[in-house]
């Protein structure tokens, strides 16, 4: 009930879609009312179109973000442990930083082609470094106290780092993952939008140019409810993993 | 701590000082020195072919006639006009909407869950509904960057506001403020750090999306002339394009932390050394 009372807005917010379409207050090309749009998509699921493409679209999404944390925690837990690393990759870290990931989009098409491999490629540049600057920061930041008192009781270097840095880096390398998760949708849209001959994106730029708006409709949703979802279910992992945090 | 340290290096001589702070500049610009340099060697080796990997110094002389050509001026000015109108639209709106549905329980009901709903989502995949809307002009563009930036302002509002102080907010009733004082030399101040920070999140996703509209809808801009490039398979305009959009990205987000510095001075964070 209280969920119920709590989620209202949006089912009045879909209510007053379809009554605007319905009532033609808008061309029901601009917006096609929302029953339409539900029908559309059942029959692309139904004709697996939308299955075949979110399940491409995924892949890349998944690769992509999986390379960019294993290699972004490593690369900040190595910059936060040892000061050449830092002093080498800081600098690039901190211009690269605030690029517009997206700008990289036509290169990676340039040496990757149209498939997969320039997705994947472009999700892991992009999504990298909100992971290398949260496992930095949360490495950083570990308790010195209890990396001496690690030391006191003759912890070896590498068992330090595991032990001690990995778990105290994790709350803001979890943090950073999140941004990364999000960034990864959107790097994947928009490069699938702008080349790409199979994925979500693609399918909501083929409908687009097609006029089928309903069913463009329907993608477009889809891929919103994916990124929403993928959210909570990230944040539901990340208290899991943090529970021994009090 | 970091003023102990300064008090010390005002004792040192200067010439010593400006020696120190010359060879810490130069410490942190050698990695990409070095990048640079590999780069050029890289392309220069014939490992890639020009299309694949350009040198840098072509890359750099393509900037040089854009440059002096105009067109450099003409997209890098649509791109910033577009990516900062609508980050100004959003910041303004969103803290007001943050303000909004801090102060009232009715908008909080409203907006709470379009707002938790909307955060997560990849906004972009709204693109094509938006020209079909707007069209393909500034209008949409602006549209779209408004759309994506507004939510970390929102959110960064609400939080802040709701992190103020209770004795400050009750010291000040206490005291005879109205509300309005209240909000004016109280919760806006107290929050004030929570929304820059809010601030400086939508400003580079402000720019992201600036550049991918400018990508798929074409016309002028960076993200345009860089798409219009890939089209003819001009790969130096395709570098030179990055090279741009990744300088005027980082002039950004260095004008937004020197800002923060500037806005937040009483602030107990300035006397922490900052990070990024």
Not at chain 1, 173 to 195: H, K, P, Q, Y
Request: net charge positive; with cysteine.
């Amino acid at each position: 009930m209280n969920t119920l009372f709590h989620y209202l807005p949006l089912l009045l917010l879909a209510a007053g879609w379809e009554l605007v379409a319905r009532l033609g207050l808008v061309s029901q090309l601009a917006l096609p009312p929302l029953s339409h749009v539900l029908l559309a998509w059942v029959d692309m699921v139904r004709s697996g179109e939308l299955v075949s493409n979110g399940a491409s679209s995924l892949w890349r999404a998944a690769a992509g973000l999986l390379l960019a944390i294993a290699v972004g925690a490593a690369l900040g837990i190595a910059m936060a442990w040892w000061r050449p690393v830092y002093a080498a990759l800081g600098p690039l870290v901190e211009v690269f930083y605030p690029m517009p990931k997206s700008a990289l989009i036509p290169v990676t098409v340039l040496w990757l082609g149209f498939g997969d491999g320039s997705k994947i490629l472009l999700i892991f540049l992009g999504c990298m470094l909100p992971v290398t600057i949260g496992a930095f920061n949360g490495a950083r930041g570990s308790d010195q106290a209890l990396v001496w008192s690690a030391r006191s009781m003759g912890a070896s270097r590498l068992r330090m780092l595991w032990d001690v840095v990995v778990p105290s880096a994790l709350p803001e390398m979890l943090n950073g993952i999140r941004t990364a998760l999000a960034l990864a949708f959107i790097l994947l849209v928009s490069s699938e939008l702008i080349v790409a001959r199979e994925g979500l994106g693609y399918l909501i730029g083929y409908l687009g140019a097609n006029g089928t708006y309903d069913a463009m409709y329907a993608v477009v949703l889809t891929v919103a409810f994916l990124g929403f979802a993928a959210d909570g279910a990230y944040q539901a992992l990340m208290r899991r993993l943090l529970l021994w945090r009090e | 701590m970091a003023r102990v340290a300064s008090t010390n290096a005002k004792t040192r001589p200067h010439v010593l000082q400006a020696l120190h702070a010359l060879g810490g500049a130069l410490a942190h610009a050698l990695p990409i020195i070095a990048l640079a340099l590999s780069w050029e060697a890289l392309a220069a080796s014939g490992a890639f072919t020009p299309f694949q990997l350009p040198r840098l110094s072509a890359v750099l002389a393509r900037i040089w006639t854009d440059a002096i050509a105009g067109d450099l001026a003409l997209n890098s000015a649509l791109t910033l006009y577009r990516a900062l109108t609508g980050f100004a639209i959003a910041a303004m709106s969103g803290v007001v909407l943050g303000m909004a549905m801090s102060r009232n329980t009715a908008m909080r009901w409203l907006f709470d869950p379009l707002v938790s709903v909307g955060f997560p989502m990849p906004k972009i995949a709204f693109l094509p509904v938006i020209m079909l809307w707007l069209g393909v002009y500034d209008l949409s563009k602006i549209a779209m960057v408004v759309l994506d930036a507004i939510f970390p302002v929102v959110t960064a509002t609400v939080a802040g506001i709701a992190s103020v102080d209770r004795h400050l907010l009750w010291s000040a009733r206490n005291l005879g403020a109205s509300e309005r004082e209240v909000l004016r030399e109280i919760v806006l101040p107290a929050a004030s750090a929570q929304i820059m920070t809010g601030l400086q999140v939508a400003l580079p996703i402000a720019l992201i999306v600036a550049v991918v509209a400018e990508m798929l809808m074409g016309g002028y801009g960076l993200g345009g002339a860089m798409v219009h490039a890939s089209r003819f398979a001009d790969s130096h305009g395709v570098f030179a394009g990055i090279l741009e959009i990744a300088i005027v990205g980082y002039a950004l987000v260095k004008a937004m932390t020197f800002l923060r510095r500037r806005l937040l001075i009483w602030h107990q964070e300035a006397l922490r050394p900052s990070t990024v």
